[in-house]
């Protein structure tokens, strides 16, 4: 587990939850979503083109469970809501959930994770202008399991009260 954890790290190292939400009442998560994409594309060297590759659930969770371990989650004020790269949050230690899912989808890319099938997903609840963010990985059966706060779990038991408010990636932006 910990050669796993440097080799996450070393990668890394190289290369909102809440928020308000706004009068149009969407919270500023697109242009955040936008604006990581630019600033992770940087982080991770210059273009970034999709790869084809594998989705292997034992090392899903071995990664969750050390990314969960080695960076601190820490809530952001209430009215702040910053969306770190992964260089960011493996520098500072630190993040919430859209920090964690970012780092933890860009762990995913360099183990050759396929991008058609990981991703991070938005959550809200309804009447609630926070959220939840959280990489979504797609098995061979076509399974959605949610890798957030080091478990993962079967999207579908993670969906009771909550809607998926958008998707994104690092070479496929946004979508709903």
Request: aromatic letters at 12%.
């Amino acid at each position: 587990m910990r050669k796993l954890g440097f080799l996450v790290i070393a990668f890394l190292l190289l290369g909102g939850c809440g928020g308000e939400q706004g009068d149009d009442g969407s919270n500023g998560i697109e242009e955040r979503a936008l604006s990581w994409i630019e600033r992770e594309t940087v982080c991770a060297g210059g273009d970034i083109e999709h790869q084809d590759g594998v989705v292997d659930m034992e090392l899903i969770r071995r990664v969750a469970e050390e990314i969960y371990a080695q960076v601190d989650f820490i809530q952001e004020p209430k009215g702040e809501d910053v969306w770190k790269t992964s260089c960011e949050t493996w520098a500072d230690g630190y993040g919430d959930c859209e920090d964690h899912a970012h780092a933890t989808l860009m762990a995913f890319r360099d183990l050759g994770f396929d991008d058609d099938n990981v991703w991070i997903t938005v959550y809200r609840k309804a009447n609630d202008p926070g959220g939840h963010a959280a990489v979504v990985v797609k098995d061979k059966w076509g399974t959605h399991w949610i890798v957030t706060e080091g478990m993962v779990i079967p999207e579908i038991f993670f969906l009771q009260g909550w809607f998926i408010y958008l998707n994104y990636d690092i070479v496929g932006g946004i979508w709903y």
